[in-house]
């Protein structure tokens, strides 16, 4: 490695260094250190750092140079790759990564090496990273139509969802396909999460039909739990019964779009029914907790959209009680009182402090991941702004209405940002000039293609 020895030899040359003195610094063997510059010995990752930080230098200030004259001008060797992938991880030198990894998967050798370290960074929470080799080895075998494939596909497309409904729209439609080739296990996961994608952005038909082909698929695997060996790993994140319940949750979810509320109610008995489980784990009751909450809430919920106005103190006490449940309770609680003209101030002065959370860091986020919220809050905004408005509380309405446009812009909901512009121009009058300039500062963001 030509370059970095050059770099050493001129350092300890300019600094005044012998070899000796340097190899005490860096705490490596003098001999080691007197090969490497020599060109006899390879440098290993580990005595690279430990030479770097004796130079004080910044950690991975020679891996571009290390990457290029290891693998790429040179035959890569896994024992070197390796540690070498997992420290451009931890440091964030993504763009080395991807350097490095187009030129050696053009050798199909390192493919199934890739594709662990890929797993491994993945489970790491290092996703960025993750990525660029998920989506290296999918190239590499895009012809083989193999469970390998279809994983890989599935790991990108959890990795490539953003707060844009049409990223998302494109992820969903590319990993669909690949579906029904992972392991009939994973594919309950698979389904789950793409059925949660498509809800966000409101496609309630592709809902219904991967809500019910979940129920089908997590039937089936219910029944032939019993003949699995006792010590199978199990490959689903949650027990078997949770997708059968949460098939169902969806499909009340798809019915509540469409407020066929008496259907919300008969499907919400039927998750809650499913998570009647004898002898439940300490995992088991946790889910059913989960789904027992859930279920009282979307009771409250459609009642509420049914017109009794009743139980709004029931379901005040019970979001109270669950505070990830707060943003969709006031969803629900807003559009109710639009709908039949409540009266609901004092909910709002009661959960005051709590509703100034929202949209910021110290919102309790509970299992919603950052696309369900900010869907939510979406609808939330709106919903409280044409409640301030229909009270006469014109600023206080147009600012919630700003809000949502701000946020439904950034998204590209297109639909969302009509309303929202519709309502605004309906009461534009009442603007007051900060608003006016807000509002036009977020007109002026919008592009053509959210239309």
Same mark, same amino acid.
């Given at each position: *490695?030509?370059?970095?020895?050059?770099? @050493?030899?001129?350092?300890?040359?300019?600094e005044?260094?012998?070899?000796?003195?340097?190899? +005490?610094?860096?705490?490596i063997?003098?001999?080691?250190?007197? !090969?490497?510059?020599?060109?006899? &010995?390879?440098?290993?990752?580990?005595?690279?750092?430990?030479i770097? %930080?004796?130079?004080?230098?910044?950690?991975?200030?020679?891996?571009? *140079?290390?990457?290029?004259?290891?693998?790429?001008?040179?035959? #890569?060797?896994?024992?070197?790759?390796?540690?070498?992938?997992? +420290?451009?991880?931890?440091?964030?030198?993504?763009?080395?990564?991807?350097?490095?990894?187009?030129?050696?998967?053009?050798?199909?050798?390192?493919?199934?090496?890739?594709?662990?370290?890929?797993e491994?960074?993945?489970?790491?929470?290092?996703?960025?990273? !993750?990525?660029?080799?998920?989506?290296?080895?999918?190239? %590499?075998?895009?012809?083989?139509?193999?469970?390998?494939?279809?994983?890989?596909?599935? &790991?990108?497309?959890?990795?490539?969802?953003?707060?844009?409904?049409?990223?998302?729209?494109?992820?969903?439609?590319?990993?669909? #396909?690949?579906?029904?080739?992972?392991?009939?296990?994973?594919?309950?996961?698979?389904?789950?999460?793409?059925?949660?994608?498509?809800?966000?952005?409101?496609?309630?038909?592709?809902?219904?039909?991967?809500?019910?082909?979940?129920? +089908?698929? !997590?039937?089936?695997?219910?029944?032939?739990?019993?003949?699995?060996?006792?010590?199978?790993?199990?490959?689903?994140?949650?027990?078997?019964?949770t997708?059968?319940?949460?098939?169902?949750?969806?499909?009340?979810?798809?019915?509540?779009?469409?407020?066929?509320?008496?259907?919300?109610?008969?499907?919400? =008995?039927?998750?809650?029914?499913?998570? =009647?489980?004898?002898?439940?784990?300490?995992?088991?009751?946790?889910?059913?907790?989960?789904?027992?909450?859930?279920?009282?809430?979307?009771?409250?919920?459609?009642?509420?959209?049914?017109?009794?106005?009743n139980?709004?103190?029931?379901? $005040?006490?019970?979001?109270?009680n669950?505070?990830?449940?707060?943003?969709?309770?006031?969803?629900? @609680?807003l559009?109710?009182?639009?709908?039949y %003209?409540?009266?609901?101030?004092?909910?709002?002065?009661?959960?005051?402090?709590? @509703?100034? $959370?929202?949209?910021?860091? *110290?919102?309790?986020?509970?299992?919603?991941?950052?696309?369900?919220?900010?869907?939510?809050?979406?609808?939330?905004?709106?919903?409280?702004?044409?409640?301030?408005?229909? /009270?006469?509380?014109?600023?206080?309405?147009?600012?919630?209405?700003? *809000?949502?446009?701000?946020?439904?812009? %950034?998204?590209?909901?297109?639909?969302?940002? @009509?309303?929202?512009?519709?309502?605004?121009?309906?009461? &534009?009058?009442?603007?007051?000039?900060? /608003?006016?300039?807000?509002?036009?500062?977020?007109?002026?963001?919008?592009?053509? #293609?959210?239309?």
């Amino acid at each position: *490695m030509s370059n970095i020895r050059s770099f @050493i030899e001129d350092y300890l040359k300019n600094e005044g260094y012998k070899l000796q003195q340097f190899s +005490r610094i860096a705490d490596i063997n003098v001999g080691t250190l007197s !090969a490497i510059i020599k060109g006899t &010995r390879l440098i290993s990752m580990n005595q690279l750092d430990q030479i770097t %930080s004796a130079m004080g230098l910044e950690q991975g200030y020679f891996y571009e *140079m290390y990457g290029v004259e290891c693998f790429i001008e040179s035959a #890569p060797h896994w024992r070197r790759l390796e540690p070498f992938l997992y +420290r451009c991880a931890e440091l964030g030198k993504l763009d080395i990564i991807q350097q490095v990894i187009t030129h050696v998967t053009d050798d199909q050798s390192y493919i199934d090496e890739l594709f662990d370290v890929a797993e491994s960074l993945f489970k790491k929470s290092m996703n960025e990273a !993750a990525l660029i080799l998920y989506e290296c080895v999918a190239d %590499s075998e895009k012809y083989q139509h193999s469970e390998r494939l279809a994983l890989c596909q599935y &790991r990108i497309f959890l990795l490539h969802k953003t707060l844009s409904k049409f990223d998302n729209l494109n992820a969903a439609v590319k990993f669909e #396909p690949y579906i029904d080739k992972l392991n009939e296990e994973v594919q309950l996961d698979a389904i789950k999460d793409l059925a949660n994608v498509y809800m966000t952005i409101h496609l309630w038909d592709k809902v219904d039909l991967w809500a019910r082909e979940l129920e +089908r698929k !997590a039937e089936f695997q219910l029944k032939i739990q019993s003949r699995r060996r006792k010590n199978k790993r199990r490959l689903t994140a949650y027990p078997l019964f949770t997708y059968v319940a949460y098939a169902n949750l969806l499909i009340s979810s798809v019915y509540d779009a469409r407020k066929e509320y008496e259907n919300v109610l008969k499907y919400t =008995e039927k998750y809650l029914e499913i998570v =009647e489980v004898g002898n439940p784990t300490q995992e088991d009751q946790q889910i059913i907790d989960l789904f027992r909450g859930w279920g009282e809430g979307n009771q409250y919920a459609s009642q509420l959209m049914l017109g009794q106005e009743n139980v709004i103190d029931s379901y $005040l006490d019970y979001i109270e009680n669950n505070p990830s449940e707060i943003l969709a309770g006031f969803v629900n @609680i807003l559009q109710a009182a639009n709908q039949y %003209s409540f009266n609901i101030d004092f909910a709002l002065d009661r959960f005051k402090n709590q @509703i100034k $959370l929202f949209n910021t860091d *110290m919102h309790f986020k509970g299992g919603y991941n950052d696309q369900m919220l900010n869907h939510g809050y979406q609808d939330f905004y709106y919903e409280l702004g044409y409640y301030q408005i229909k /009270q006469r509380n014109y600023l206080l309405g147009i600012d919630a209405l700003l *809000m949502c446009l701000d946020l439904s812009s %950034s998204s590209k909901d297109d639909l969302m940002c @009509i309303k929202c512009l519709d309502l605004y121009g309906e009461y &534009r009058s009442e603007a007051n000039e900060t /608003q006016i300039r807000r509002y036009k500062n977020v007109v002026e963001k919008l592009s053509l #293609p959210t239309f």
